[in-house]
């Protein structure tokens, strides 16, 4: 399956936020996606996740700053990430995590 496309990153001062995008070819009504990050010289690392049908996890770091959410009409998950970190710094990739696929994702950087 086609990897799924990232969008929204840029670079914001801490306490910012923004909002990124995951848009599949096909519908993702009964996916589970995850969202991951990767910063510079570091492994990548779990984020946010959403079932098919709407459970939502979130690792420890930003549990009440992140919000991940679905709109299936639009082959559409968001990751609504408030109060940003320098720590936050990073490029964000959402995968279908029922036939794993990584894409190009996007870049988030936050300066202090």
């Known amino acids: 399956q086609a990897p799924l496309v990232e969008s929204g990153g840029g670079l914001v001062q801490a306490g910012g936020s923004l909002r990124l995008s995951c848009v599949a070819s096909e519908t993702i009504f009964s996916l589970t996606v995850g969202w991951f990050r990767q910063a510079p010289g570091k492994q990548r690392e779990f984020v946010a996740r959403?079932?098919?049908?709407?459970?939502?996890f979130y690792a420890g770091s930003v549990k009440g700053r992140f919000t991940i959410a679905r709109d299936n009409a639009k082959n559409t998950v968001y990751l609504q990430m408030n109060d940003l970190k320098p720590d936050d710094t990073g490029v964000y990739y959402c995968?279908?995590?029922?036939?794993?696929?990584w894409g190009k994702g996007t870049l988030v950087t936050v300066s202090s």
């Open positions: 959403i079932t098919g049908g709407g459970s939502t």
């Open positions: 995968l279908n995590e029922m036939a794993p696929n």
